[in-house]
């Protein structure tokens, strides 16, 4: 089954949009003791919250992993737990490869008397990201029962009851006292739609531009009604404020997910016209190979660089410093090229590969290797017709025919 490019590119968008917006609103502030402790820059400058709706893209993720998790599953031809089993394995190799190194590490600086703010905070951000695990896992495994639930029923029917579930607890969010801890029931529920919007994408269900406009301009006007009923503007969480849109998600988290896709889908044959680049399609095609990766290794990263150079006794714009203004987004920006080099490094050296060739766990979880080219009229251009006569060699007539030799 031949990969869908344009998945592909919002794959890597999705992937890229989690990398920087991380980035862009940790903030890592050195103290008096050389400790580091974390701080947003979204607290001072509340007006960059519509950013965070553009690098907030959680929702493409999991649409993603639902069309890809379906086309593989659909293509796979032995039993489906050896389907399931190998899909896990790509997710959770590498997660395991994250929390050894990350032990020895975290091992190796206390011993060495790194400040235990410094510790904590690098804890917390190569430990958080891992929640997507719990979700994905759980949609990953089901994904067939709900492949045949949107083929009976319609992906909008499916995914009614979970966007019922998250109303139902923004309303007891807003109802009880505040710092009242509810069942993360939504981290499920929310994320599910658009896994269920990728599974009926993969059995062609949102083909055509009067569905995808549909979703976006539904998300958008969702989008509009819940600020307007008071939801926070910002799409991520920020530190002090009384509700989050992210943890746990709320309506507003879906109904930026639903445009997106939406979005996304109206983009396809700008994104298909793109891929045929060369420089182009080959970082899509890089970025999906190592997606999981990417994403698990962009947090310690982060800690990494800003740890390692505070250790020069130098507090750094950008990287060192309170992000109260727009000085420092400016500042980190010129970090970006720094960090994005060192997560390549970190994820190309820490491939896993076979005796063969290349790397099988460090792959993910949506990622299928390219088909081998198969000769087709249909995209090949004019083709150049030939005669294929298969002959004996008992039958010399036969074999002058062939050759074009009189006999």
């Known amino acids: 089954m031949s990969r869908d490019r344009a998945v592909d590119a919002l794959r890597a968008y999705a992937i ?27 607290t001072a400058l509340p007006g960059l919250s519509p950013v965070t709706w553009v690098l907030q893209t959680l929702g493409l993720f999991f649409f993603t992993a639902g069309f890809g998790s379906t086309r593989s599953l659909a293509s796979h031809r032995g ?13 959770l190799l590498p997660t395991v490869a994250l929390l050894g190194v990350g032990a020895a590490v975290l091992l190796a600086a206390t011993v060495a008397g790194t400040p235990d703010d410094t510790l904590s905070v690098a804890l917390r951000l190569a430990v958080s990201p891992l929640w997507f695990l719990v ?17 009976r029923w319609g992906v909008a029917r499916i995914a009614a009851p979970a966007v019922a579930v998250v109303a139902a607890v923004d309303l007891t969010v807003r109802l009880l006292p505040a710092g009242t801890d509810l069942p993360p029931v939504t981290v499920l529920a929310a994320w599910a739609v658009p896994y269920l919007l990728g599974v009926a994408h993969a ?20 989008l509009g009604a819940l600020l307007a009923l008071g939801y926070p503007v910002s799409a991520v969480g920020v530190p002090g404020a009384g509700v989050s849109n992210l943890n ?8 930026l997910a639903v445009t997106q896709v939406g ?30 990766r990417i994403y698990l290794w962009h947090q310690p990263v982060l800690v990494a660089v800003t740890a390692l150079t505070a250790r020069g006794g130098l507090t750094l714009p950008g990287l060192h410093t309170a992000p109260d203004s727009t000085g420092w987004v400016l500042a980190r920006f010129g970090w970006l090229p720094l960090l994005a080099a060192v997560l390549v490094t970190v ?59 009189s006999r």
């Open 16 to 42: 890229g949009g989690v990398v920087l917006g991380h980035w862009l609103v940790t903030g890592l502030v050195l103290t008096g003791d050389g400790g580091l402790h974390q701080a947003s820059p979204l």
């Open 79 to 91: 039993r489906a737990g050896g389907w399931l089993a190998r899909r896990l394995r790509r997710l």
């Open 135 to 151: 979700p994905l896992v759980f949609l990953v495994a089901v994904t067939s029962p709900l492949r045949v639930a949107v083929r």
């Open 203 to 222: 059995d062609g269900r949102l083909g055509g531009r009067r569905v995808a406009g549909t979703l976006a301009a539904g998300g958008a006007a969702a």
């Open 248 to 255: 746990p998600p709320s309506l507003l988290a879906v109904a």
């Open 263 to 292: 979005l996304g889908l109206l983009a396809r044959p700008t994104l298909e016209r793109l891929l045929t680049r060369p420089l182009p399609g080959r970082a899509v095609s890089e970025v999906n190979r190592h997606a999981v």
């Open 347 to 405: 994820v190309r050296t820490g491939r896993p590969r076979r005796p063969g060739g290349g790397g099988v766990a460090g792959r993910s979880a949506e990622y299928a290797p390219e088909a081998s080219p198969v000769y087709d009229h249909r995209r090949s251009g004019p083709p150049d017709l030939q005669e294929v006569i298969a002959v004996r060699d008992s039958d010399p007539p036969s074999r002058g025919r062939a050759d074009g030799q």
